[in-house]
């Protein structure tokens, strides 16, 4: 069996946009940039995708405080900086914050879906305080390297080149 180039291209596609497309059906975080002014409420929401019964939870930074959500609240668990959301096939979340005077933060998250058995993380998101220069806060998210699947696609990739020029 001969290898061709473009089959080699095609398998090394598919496997870096396998990642990306399981990516899609995970919770995204959207902070309401209209106001952040010392002091004030901010608004989150959490956009969820269907069918998800399980649980979220939201580790907001130090300085910043939980107000209230539109979720129902025997389905709200606060522990500090800790925030937990159970769920039951909501499409959305909305809570509110309210801001330090001064500084900025990451919001982290993670969840659960009990109904299919899987978990994973919510991006963290920077948030600062209208006038605070966001990158000067030390535990801003960074941006991550290769990922495992991108790694593996690129060795593929390289390896069917090299088959490729070795087989002309």
């Known amino acids: 069996m001969k290898i ?59 300085g910043f405080t939980f107000e209230a959500s539109s979720h129902p609240r025997d389905g709200i668990r606060q522990n500090g900086q800790t925030v937990i959301f159970a769920l039951t096939g909501e499409k959305t979340v909305q809570y509110t914050v ?3 005077a001064s500084g900025c933060g990451v919001i982290r998250g993670t969840w659960e879906n009990v109904g299919t058995k899987t978990s994973g993380e919510i991006p963290a998101t920077a948030i600062a305080v209208n006038g605070t220069d966001p990158s000067h ?9 290769f990922s495992g699947m991108a790694a593996l696609a690129a060795c593929a990739l390289i390896g069917c080149v090299f088959l490729w020029q070795v087989r002309r």
């Open 137 to 145: 806060c030390s535990t801003a998210p960074h941006t991550p390297g």
């Open 98 to 100: 309210r801001v330090p």
């Open 4 to 62: 061709r180039f473009i089959d080699c291209l095609a398998i090394t596609l598919v496997l870096m946009i396998c990642p990306v497309t399981a990516a899609q059906s995970d919770i995204v975080r959207h902070i309401d940039d209209s106001s952040r002014l010392p002091g004030s409420m901010v608004n989150i929401t959490l956009d969820i995708p269907p069918s998800f019964f399980g649980g979220i939870i939201e580790k907001l930074p130090d």
